[in-house]
T-cell receptor, first 115, second 111 residues
Framework: DTEVTQTPKHLVMGMTNKKSLKCEQH?????MYWYKQKAKKPPELMFV???????INESVPSRFSPECPNSSLLNLHLHALQPEDSALYLC??????????????FGPGTRLLVL | GQNIDQPTEMTATEGAIVQINCTYQ??????LFWYQQHAGEAPTFLSY????GLEEKGRFSSFLSRSKGYSYLLLKELQMKDSASYLCAVSGDTGRRALTFGSGTRLQVQP
């Protein structure tokens, strides 16, 4: 099973709203990732969690707040977003150590529209 | 720093063979990945290379030359469903363990 699930599939929010994106995997992976992808662009790394600890933050604005409650779950809390934050948000997971185990498996994404 | 280059677009004919090239310059190297992404969908894993040479997996093959900073993805017996973006991604510094993606190559398969 190489499934990563994400909810919701679509989200429309205003600039004053607070919402959360959720990601779940049951592959025993201990590294989880958030990416942002704009149309016709490659995924851009936002955050990496390794063994439930934040290991990489790619200078993401504080209006995005990640959380890893346990080894299977990854959340992205959203607050006071801007219209330019509209994008596809992808979650991925992998084993954190080397070789083919580093293969990242992606969830289907949450398509976010900020009005 | 990390720099990964791929052609932006390619067109090929159903049943033919197409090669998508990727060149990279990275500070550290822990493997190169190819992903396929259909419009509006998530990337799906195709192949992984960490040693020089060719890895074959059905209709898809991937090649790596570390000394040249070069990889290619070879798609044989093209099908219409192969129309998608193909992303080259490199795992760089050991301490970082995160993928840097190229801009992707949009492949259009024509009848």
């Amino acid at each position: 099973d190489t499934e990563v699930t994400q909810t919701p599939k679509h989200l429309v929010m205003g600039m004053t709203n607070k919402k959360s994106l959720k990601c779940e995997q049951h592959m025993g992976h201990r590294a989880m990732y958030w990416y942002k992808q704009k149309a016709k662009k490659p995924p851009e790394l936002m955050f990496v969690y390794s063994y439930e600890k934040l290991s990489i933050n790619e200078s993401v604005p504080s209006r995005f707040s990640p959380e890893c409650p346990n080894s299977s779950l990854l959340n992205l809390h959203l607050h006071a977003l801007q219209p330019e934050d509209s994008a596809l948000y992808l979650c991925a997971s992998s084993h954190p150590r080397g070789g083919t185990q580093e293969t990242q498996y992606f969830g289907p994404g949450t398509r976010l529209l900020v009005l | 720093g990390q720099n990964i280059d791929q052609p932006t677009e390619m067109t090929a004919t159903e049943g033919a063979i197409v090669q998508i090239n990727c060149t990279y310059q990275t500070s550290g190297f822990n493997g190169l990945f190819w992903y396929q992404q259909h419009a509006g969908e998530a990337p799906t894993f195709l192949s992984y290379n960490v040693l020089d040479g060719l890895e074959e997996k059905g209709r898809f093959s991937s090649f790596l030359s570390r000394s040249k900073g070069y990889s290619y993805l070879l798609l044989k017996e093209l099908q219409m469903k192969d129309s998608a973006s193909y992303l080259c991604a490199v795992s760089g510094d050991t301490g970082r363990r995160a993928l840097t993606f190229g801009s992707g190559t949009r492949l259009q398969v024509q009848p």
